[in-house]
């Protein structure tokens, strides 16, 4: 963490929304797959499966990254490390959209992933090192709503895109948008020289610095909950609601980009609303975070069981508003460590986050696939698991050791 001052609003603003450019970008390529779904599997012939792994190929890179990320802003900066990768995700972009088969769309969202690993990491960074700590949480949200307009490219837009001139012109599309976001970066965020300690610090002591993190007991509960939050929003808006509006209720790809748009727009509204609402006091917001979390399990059963288009697409919806209650893990983690690790537990706790997503829809894949041949509907086994995935978070962010006033 730097001990610089605070920047003033009038200079800090201008760079936190380049650096959220950025971040609008990684929201788009990480909710491509639920709209290219249907054209990847009638090109491809792709199993759920393999759409699984599609689309969790992202995530995989995009969290494994995250210590080393981490590191990197400590040593060099949020400008140079944002500025060396996010060209990677050009190169994605344009790899997936020449494509010949799987296996260079998953080496396409790989690069993309990494490319993108910097991106949102940098924003809250930023908002930490530059803004009061009574704010975190309702900028964090703010962040996360502008970031999200990304999804609103990957409903209709991209739908109508696709069944217009085909899915390589949105990848396309996607490959120019990051230039222009590399560019916004280059233009508006100067460098700020990293911290005299920092600077000087070697690989090996930085990397036992997250160690550290790790053998605080109470680490583990946020872990697990952030490995569950995000990802059930993310399994569902970015890979499941366009196929299953396609094949549960034969929409088309137009129509379940309409409300896969949406949900989007709900979920752009929602982070900042309980960020703004944040209860304060350490135990009160873990409490709230629990029982947003068993709210969510109970959607994720609904979808699973009831199956009727309206009830599919108002559960939809209410999943996409409860979703902004993760915006409050932002302010636990903040809470939960000492103001010298705060950067490196941001670190984890968005490398966990990923690479939960990853899992999630990796896992979900391989549960669809499993319950299509047991003759189970397709959509049903991955919602259930969702769920489970969830109330096993709850569980043990409850019953893990507590950080300190929890």
């Known amino acids: 963490m ?19 450019a ?7 390529f990480r909710t491509l797959a639920a709209i290219l779904a249907p054209p990847l599997q009638a090109e491809f012939a792709m199993s759920p499966q ?64 990494v490319g993108c690993a910097p991106a949102f990491l940098a ?62 970066v280059w233009w508006k965020v100067p460098h700020q020289a990293p911290a005299a300690a920092a600077a000087r610090e070697p690989l090996g002591q930085a990397l036992r610095g997250f160690g550290a993190l ?23 808006r970015g890979l499941w609601l366009g196929p299953m509006l396609v094949e549960r209720h034969g929409l088309s790809l137009l129509v379940s980009g309409h409300v896969a748009l949406l949900v989007s727009v709900v979920s752009l509204v929602s982070p900042p609303l309980f960020g ?30 009831l199956r009727g288009l309206v009830a599919d697409v108002l559960l939809a919806v209410a999943v996409a508003c409860l979703s902004g209650y993760m915006v409050l893990q932002y302010a636990d983690v903040r809470a939960a460590y000492p103001p010298a690790m705060i950067g490196r537990a941001l670190s984890v706790f968005t490398m966990a986050m990923f690479m939960g997503v990853a899992l999630m829809q990796w896992g979900t894949g391989w549960v ?34 507590q950080p300190p006033g929890a």
């Open 368 to 401: 669809a696939a499993q319950a299509t041949g047991r003759g189970v509907e397709t959509f049903t086994a991955p919602l259930l698991a969702i769920a489970a995935a969830l109330l096993l978070g709850a569980l043990a962010y409850r019953r893990l050791p």
């Open 276 to 305: 703004r609402f944040d209860p304060g006091g350490i135990a009160a917001r873990r409490r709230r975070i629990v029982r947003c979390t068993l709210g969510m399990a109970a959607l994720f059963v609904a979808l699973a069981l």
């Open 22 to 28: 950025a971040f609008a970008m990684s929201q788009a």
């Open 50 to 113: 393999q759409l699984g792994l599609f689309a969790a190929s992202f995530h995989f890179a995009f969290g494994a990254l995250q210590l080393f990320i981490g590191i990197g802003m400590d040593l060099h900066g949020l400008r140079r490390t944002v500025l060396a990768a996010f060209p990677l995700a050009v190169v994605g972009a344009a790899v997936s959209a020449t494509a010949g088969g799987q296996g260079q769309l998953i080496v396409g969202q790989v690069l993309i992933g």
């Open 123 to 184: 924003c809250t960074l930023f908002i930490a090192q530059n803004f009061p700590a009574e704010r975190f949480a309702m900028l964090s949200g703010l962040v996360l709503m502008l970031g999200g307009t990304g999804m609103l490219f990957t409903g209709t837009p991209l739908a109508w895109l696709i069944e217009a001139h085909g899915w390589r012109w949105g990848m396309w599309l996607l490959a120019a948008g990051s230039v222009v976001a590399w560019g916004l």
């Open 214 to 236: 790790f053998l605080m007991p109470h680490t583990w509960g946020i872990v697990c909950m952030s490995a569950v939050n995000y990802a059930s929003f993310l399994t569902l």
């Open 2 to 20: 730097s001990t610089s001052p605070l920047l003033s609003p009038r200079t800090a603003w201008p760079m936190l929304l380049a650096l959220t």
